[in-house]
Structures are given as C-alpha cells and as structure tokens.
C-alpha cells in the first residue's frame, strides 16, 4: 500500500524501536581525558597537577577555579579541591623525539596517539592505553607495568621511599575512580582526628601545668615572706640601739641650726616693692650699676640733657 505520490514507506519509519543508548568514540575519549584539562578543556600544558581522583589539570586552571568557583565550567568535577594541598604537581618525563608542530599540509594525517610524556622505565607512551600512575609522595608519573614488574618501596625515578596507599591511578575506571575516592576520605577523617587529639593533649598540658605553677609560685612567696620576717626580727634590736645613738648624737647640731635660722629669721625682713615708700636709691641690695638707672640716682641729677629719647630738639 503506497501513500500520496506513490512511496512506499519502510518499517523502521513507521515502527518505533527503542533507542540505544548513545556510544562515545573510545579514541576522542581518551583524547580528551589525557590531552585536556579537566577544568578548564584547555589543553595540557607544564606546569600539570593531579588530584586524589587522578584527574589532571593545569595548575593555572586549579588556581582560577580556587579564585572563582562561580565562574569554572566543569566545577562538579572538582568540589573536592579545597586547596593546593589537594592537588600534587606532577613530575613527568618528556620524549626525546616528540614534534610539537602542527602540519603544514592540510588535509595531512594527525595522530592523535601521539604523546609528549613517556614512561621514565619501560619507555611507552602516556596516551591512555596503558595505565598510568604517580606517587602521592613525591609526584613521579609512571605506568603500571613498570610498578608491577618492578617491584620496590622506592620510586624507580627520584629513589624516594612510598607507600601502597600513595600510589593513584591517572585516569582509572569508574570503580577505580570510587576507590581512590573512598581512600581519600579516610586519609581526611584521619587528618581531621590527629588534628582534635593534637589539640587535645595541648589543652590538657595546659591545665596539668597551671596547678603546679600555682604552688610554685605560693611556695616561693611564702619562703620570701618567712626570709623577710627573719631578717626583720634579727636586725630589730641592733637597728633601735643604733638609731637611739645617731638621734642622741643629732641632738646638738639640730639645735644650733635652729637656732641660727631663728636669728637669720629676726634680722631679715622681707622688702615690700610693691609700697609707695618704696624707692631704688634707699635699697640696700640693689648694686649701684642698677641705681643709676633710675632718675633718682645722683648721676641722673646731674646730666645736662634728658635721659630720654624725644623728636623735641629742646629736650636733647
């Protein structure tokens, strides 16, 4: 049975089937996840860091996003950053025959395979084909085929000693990526209890402390004040007997001054200057230099002109 113009329809046009769920290529995926950063879908470039999941960055994209979180286009995959000390900069081996340049020719094949870093013990590639890992400790990147086959407590590039639980997966699975997960957070919540019983034990060092420096100090005070009261009760009769003897021995001399200020008293009598009586030439302690002065010394008396200054020429 055909429909308007004489087409006849196909069963997939009118029958609809469930559809499938939408496949990535494996190859952009890796592209993306080992050429790109995480955060900012710039491309990666030195200086790179690696957080506890195994994501890599660009430390410039890390500290934007510490900056600015608003702003960060992929901040969901990176709450679990707080700080810098989350993330460990990694230490990466270069390939010695990498080309960095884009071709001229267009149209001309890329590979997208090729990989600037490279295993610094079995010498393969780091494009995500093979598994890779780095050292929390000391951030030397190298695949696990080398840790596997290798097997040492030391790192095979700067000889720096590790643990099992330092090693992290670059990159890992989604079961991979819950089990770092699940190691990171015990290796906080073990942090975040160290830090309680660190101040904990301070506190108690503290109040342990303050008692005995109470008694301490209450000894010291007490043996002082018996020391005090000692040299007191010793000294005592010894200082009465000799200040009987100086106050017996300046009894004379405080009588002669006395009386002497009395006297001095007697024949001195202050001079009022402020009084009408009050004349310069009948002051006994003036010096005569000071009379002369004055109109009413007998030099003034005797001057032909006027002992001021005056613009009358009858006066000068």
Same mark, same amino acid.
């Given at each position: 049975?055909? +429909? $308007?113009?004489?087409?006849?329809? /196909?069963?997939?046009?009118?029958?609809?089937? *469930?559809?499938?769920?939408?496949?990535?290529?494996? %190859?952009?995926?890796?592209?993306?996840?080992?050429?790109?950063?995480?955060?900012?879908?710039? *491309?990666?470039?030195?200086?790179?860091?690696? +957080?506890?999941?195994?994501? #890599?960055?660009?430390?410039?994209?890390?500290?934007?996003?510490?900056?600015?979180?608003?702003?960060?286009?992929?901040?969901?995959?990176?709450?679990?950053?707080?700080?810098? /000390?989350?993330?460990?900069? #990694?230490?990466?081996?270069? !390939?010695?025959?990498?080309? $960095?340049? &884009?071709?001229?020719?267009?149209?001309?094949?890329?590979?997208?395979?090729?990989? !600037?870093?490279?295993?610094?013990?079995?010498?393969?590639?780091?494009?995500?084909?093979?598994?890779? +890992?780095?050292?929390?400790?000391?951030?030397?990147?190298?695949?696990?085929?080398?840790?596997?086959?290798?097997?040492?407590?030391? +790192?095979?590039?700067?000889?720096?000693?590790?643990?099992? $639980?330092?090693?992290?997966?670059?990159?890992?699975?989604?079961?991979?990526?819950?089990? #770092?997960?699940?190691?990171?957070?015990?290796?906080?919540?073990?942090?975040?209890?160290?830090?309680? @019983?660190?101040?904990? !034990?301070?506190?108690?060092?503290?109040?342990?402390?303050?008692?005995?420096?109470?008694?301490?100090?209450?000894?010291?005070?007490?043996?002082?004040?018996?020391?005090?009261?000692?040299?007191?009760?010793?000294?005592?009769?010894? #200082? &009465?007997?000799? $200040?009987?003897?100086?106050?017996?021995?300046?009894?004379?001399?405080?009588?002669? %001054? =006395?009386?002497?200020?009395?006297?001095?008293?007697?024949?001195?009598?202050?001079?009022?200057?402020?009084? !009408?009586?009050?004349?310069?030439?009948?002051?006994?302690?003036? =010096?005569?230099?000071?009379?002369?002065?004055?109109? @009413?010394?007998? =030099?003034?008396?005797?001057?032909?002109?006027?002992?001021?200054?005056?613009?009358?020429?009858?006066?000068?």
């Amino acid at each position: 049975m055909g +429909c $308007d113009g004489g087409t006849i329809p /196909k069963r997939d046009e009118l029958v609809r089937t *469930k559809q499938r769920r939408e496949q990535t290529d494996r %190859t952009v995926e890796l592209v993306a996840k080992w050429h790109y950063c995480a955060i900012s879908t710039a *491309k990666l470039v030195e200086p790179m860091v690696s +957080c506890e999941l195994g994501r #890599l960055y660009n430390k410039v994209a890390v500290i934007e996003y510490l900056l600015d979180k608003t702003s960060t286009p992929n901040a969901s995959l990176c709450q679990h950053i707080r700080s810098l /000390k989350d993330v460990k900069p #990694l230490n990466l081996t270069v !390939k010695t025959d990498y080309n $960095d340049k &884009k071709p001229e020719i267009d149209g001309q094949y890329i590979d997208t395979q090729d990989s !600037k870093f490279v295993c610094p013990v079995v010498g393969i590639e780091m494009n995500g084909k093979y598994k890779f +890992c780095y050292i929390r400790s000391c951030g030397c990147v190298m695949s696990e085929r080398a840790l596997r086959e290798v097997k040492s407590d030391t +790192c095979h590039k700067c000889n720096k000693e590790y643990l099992a $639980d330092d090693v992290i997966v670059i990159n890992g699975t989604d079961d991979e990526v819950k089990q #770092l997960e699940s190691r990171m957070n015990e290796r906080r919540a073990k942090a975040k209890d160290s830090k309680k @019983s660190r101040k904990r !034990k301070a506190t108690e060092v503290e109040t342990d402390a303050g008692p005995q420096l109470k008694t301490s100090d209450s000894k010291t005070t007490a043996s002082s004040s018996t020391s005090a009261t000692e040299v007191e009760t010793d000294a005592g009769p010894q #200082l &009465k007997t000799s $200040d009987t003897k100086t106050t017996a021995s300046s009894s004379p001399s405080v009588a002669s %001054t =006395s009386g002497t200020a009395s006297a001095s008293k007697t024949t001195t009598k202050p001079i009022d200057k402020s009084s !009408k009586d009050y004349s310069v030439a009948k002051d006994p302690k003036a =010096s005569e230099t000071y009379k002369s002065l004055f109109t @009413s010394h007998k =030099s003034a008396k005797d001057r032909p002109t006027a002992h001021w200054v005056t613009f009358n020429p009858c006066y000068n």
